[in-house]
C-alpha cells in the first residue's frame, strides 16, 4: 500500500503525459503516420492482438536467452577477471574490444555466419548486454574491505574460499547492480538483432509496420518494448529484495561499518 | 606458548623505500596470561599482532607457538579487529559462526554455544538481526563473541574498543575479564589507553616507535576480579605513570 502510494506521482505523470498527447494530436490535427494518439495506438495493437502477442513471445525468448547467456558467462568470467591480474589483463582488453564494435554492425555477419535463426540473434543482445555486468561484478569482487579478506585468512580461508565465501556475497549488490542494466541493455540487444535479420519479433513488427506506414502499430510495438523493460527491471529488483534483503536495504542506509 | 625472539619486520614500501617496522622484539606470553600492548601510533602494534597471526611473515627472528614457528594462520589463535569487520549479509549468529564454517569446525552445539556466548555479551535476541542493525558497541561484542566461540588459546585483539566511546568501553572492557576469567587463554590485546593496559592486563608491554620496539614491560600487581574502583590505588597509578614516563618522555626529547 505505500508502495503504491510512492509510485503514485509516477503513475500520474504518464497518465498526463498520455492525455496531453492525445489532445495535442487532436487539436492540432496531426497526421496519423507521423504521429499518431494513444487512443489510435491502443486500438491498432489491441486490433493486431494475436500478432502482436505471437511478435511480443518471440522478443521476449531472445530477449531471456541472451539474458540468461550474459549472466551465465559473465559471473564466472568476472570471478576469473578478479582472481589473477595476469588473467585480468589478458581478458580485459579484450572485453573492450567486444563493446567498440558497434553491434549492428555485427549483426548482419553473426547471421551470414551461422544462418537466419534464434541463435545470431541471442548473441547479438548477449554481446550487448553482458559487458556492464562483467565491470560491475568484477568491481564488487575487488571491492570487498581488506579487513573482510584478512579475515578470511584468520580463518584459514583458501583462495577459493575467500572468493566464494567473502568476495562473492559481498558483491552481491554490485552483480544487482550490473544485473538491472543488463536487463534494460537486452531488450535492446534483441531489438538491434531483429532489425537486422529476423521473421519474427517487436524490432521486426516495427519496421514491417513502418514500411506500410502503420505508424500506429509500430508505436504500439515501442510501448510493450518499453514495458518488457520495465517488468524485467522489477523482476530483478524483486529477485533481489526476497533473496538477498541486506543487499537492497542497504542503499538507503549506511554503508555497513567493516 | 607464544614466543617471539628477535622478530624483526620490514615492509618494502611501493616506491621500493623500506620501512621498517619492528626491530628485535622478544616477547614471551604464557598460557592464560594477559598482556597488554602501548605504544605510540605507527610503533608497529599491529604488525606484532598480524606476526603472531601468522598473517604475514617475519623478516628476522621467529614466532612460536608451542615451540612450533608460526608461517600460517593457526586453529589455536583468534583475531579481533580494530573495526568489527562483520560480514554485512550475514546474521549476528551467521557471523559469530562464520570462521567455524569456513574451517569446516561445525559441531551440532556449536550454535547452542554461539546462542549462550551471545548471551553473556547480552546479545540475547539480536541472533537474526544484521550488522548495521546494531550500534557500534554490539557489533564489535559480535567480534569478540565470533572470536571467542573459536575457543582459542590465543587471543589477539587490535584495539578492539578502539571505535566505541568511553562509557562503552569501560564496559566492555569488565565483560572482557569476565568472558577471560571464565576460560583463562591468552591475550595480546593492543590498545592506546593506558588505563585500559593497566586495568586489563598481567603485563603491559610498551612500545616506541622508528623502528618499532619494545621499550619496556610492565607487571600490574593488582589483584583480580578487576574494577574501574581499582584506579585510584597506589599500584594503578605507579603502572601509568611508569608507561607515560616512556611514552611521553620520548615524545618530549623528540620534541626538543
Ligand atoms: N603492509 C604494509 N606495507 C608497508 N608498510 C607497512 C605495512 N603495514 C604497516 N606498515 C608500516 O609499519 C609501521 C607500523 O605499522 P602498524 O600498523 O603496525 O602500527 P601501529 O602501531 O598498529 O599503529 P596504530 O596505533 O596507528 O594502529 C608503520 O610505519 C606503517 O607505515
Ligand atoms: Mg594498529
Redesign the interface.
Known amino acids: 500500500m505505500a508502495r503504491l502510494k510512492a509510485g503514485l506521482p509516477a503513475w500520474l505523470a504518464v497518465i498526463g503525459m498520455f492525455v496531453v498527447w492525445e489532445g495535442a494530436v487532436r487539436v492540432f490535427g496531426i497526421r496519423e503516420f507521423l504521429l499518431p494518439a494513444p487512443s489510435a495506438i491502443f486500438v491498432a495493437t489491441v486490433g493486431a492482438w494475436p500478432n502482436v502477442l505471437r511478435h511480443t513471445m518471440a522478443t521476449l525468448g531472445t530477449v531471456m536467452l541472451g539474458f540468461a547467456a550474459s549472466v551465465v558467462i559473465s559471473l564466472p568470467l568476472a570471478m576469473l577477471i578478479a582472481s589473477s591480474r595476469a588473467i585480468s589483463a589478458a581478458i580485459y582488453p579484450l572485453l573492450v574490444v567486444t563493446q567498440s564494435i558497434p553491434k549492428v554492425a555485427l549483426a548482419p555477419i553473426l547471421i551470414v555466419a551461422l544462418g537466419a535463426n534464434e541463435l545470431p540473434r541471442v548473441i547479438v543482445t548477449f554481446l550487448v548486454a553482458f559487458f556492464p555486468l562483467v565491470v560491475s561484478s568484477v568491481a564488487g569482487l575487488l571491492a570487498t574491505p581488506p579487513e573482510l579478506v584478512e579475515l578470511g585468512r584468520a580463518c584459514r580461508a583458501g583462495r577459493v574460499q575467500e572468493l566464494l565465501r567473502i568476495r562473492l556475497p559481498f558483491a552481491v549488490p554490485f552483480v544487482f547492480g550490473g544485473l538491472k542494466v543488463a536487463a534494460a541493455l537486452s531488450v535492446v540487444g534483441a531489438v538491434v538483432a531483429e532489425f537486422v535479420g529476423a521473421d519474427a519479433g517487436l524490432g521486426y513488427l516495427i519496421q514491417t509496420s513502418m514500411a506500410f506506414f502503420r505508424t500506429p502499430l509500430a508505436y504500439g510495438a515501442v510501448v510493450i518494448l518499453a514495458l518488457m523493460g520495465i517488468l524485467i527491471f522489477q523482476a530483478v529488483t524483486l529477485i533481489e529484495r526476497i533473496l538477498f534483503p541486506w543487499s537492497s536495504g542497504s542503499e538507503q542506509s549506511a554503508p555497513p561499518s567493516a | 606458548m607464544i614466543r617471539l625472539d628477535g622478530v624483526g619486520k620490514t615492509f618494502r614500501g611501493r616506491d621500493g623505500a623500506e620501512v621498517e617496522a619492528l626491530r628485535d622484539v622478544s616477547l614471551n606470553v604464557a598460557e592464560g596470561e594477559f598482556v597488554a600492548i602501548v605504544g605510540a601510533s605507527g610503533c608497529g602494534k599491529s604488525t606484532l599482532l598480524r606476526l603472531v597471526?601468522g598473517?604475514v611473515g617475519v623478516s628476522a627472528g621467529g614466532v612460536s607457538l608451542d615451540g612450533q614457528a608460526v608461517t600460517?594462520?593457526?586453529?589455536e589463535?583468534?583475531?579481533v579487529?580494530q573495526?568489527?569487520?562483520?560480514?554485512?549479509?550475514?546474521d549476528v549468529l551467521r557471523n559469530v559462526t562464520?570462521?567455524l564454517r569456513?574451517?569446516g569446525r561445525m559441531e551440532r552445539d556449536t550454535e547452542d554455544k554461539a546462542r549462550a556466548l551471545l548471551a553473556t555479551a547480552g546479545l540475547a535476541g539480536f541472533e537474526g538481526r544484521?550488522?548495521?542493525e546494531l550500534s557500534?558497541g554490539m557489533?564489535q561484542r559480535v567480534a569478540i563473541c565470533r572470536a571467542l566461540l573459536q575457543e582459542p588459546r590465543l587471543l589477539l585483539m587490535d584495539e578492539p574498543f578502539g571505535?566505541l566511546d568511553a562509557l562503552t568501553r569501560e564496559e566492555m572492557s569488565i565483560e572482557l575479564l569476565r568472558l577471560w576469567a571464565a576460560r583463562r587463554m591468552g591475550v595480546l590485546f593492543v590498545t592506546h589507553s593506558i588505563p585500559e593496559a593497566v586495568l586489563l592486563a598481567d603485563r603491559v608491554v610498551v612500545m616506541s616507535p622508528r623502528p618499532g620496539r619494545i621499550v619496556d614491560v610492565v607487571e600490574v600487581a593488582l589483584p583480580r576480579p578487576r574494577s574501574f574502583d581499582q584506579e585510584g590505588s597506589d599500584e594503578f597509578q605507579r603502572c601509568a605513570r611508569r608507561i607515560r614516563a616512556h611514552i611521553f618522555g620520548e615524545r618530549a626529547a623528540r620534541a626538543a
Not at chain 2, 600460517?72 to 586453529?75: E, K, N, Q, T
Not at chain 2, 573495526?83 to 550475514?90: E, S
Open positions: 597471526a598473517l600460517a594462520p593457526r586453529a589463535t583468534a583475531m579487529f573495526a568489527a569487520t562483520l560480514l554485512p549479509w550475514a562464520f570462521p569456513l574451517m544484521l550488522p548495521r557500534g557489533q571505535a
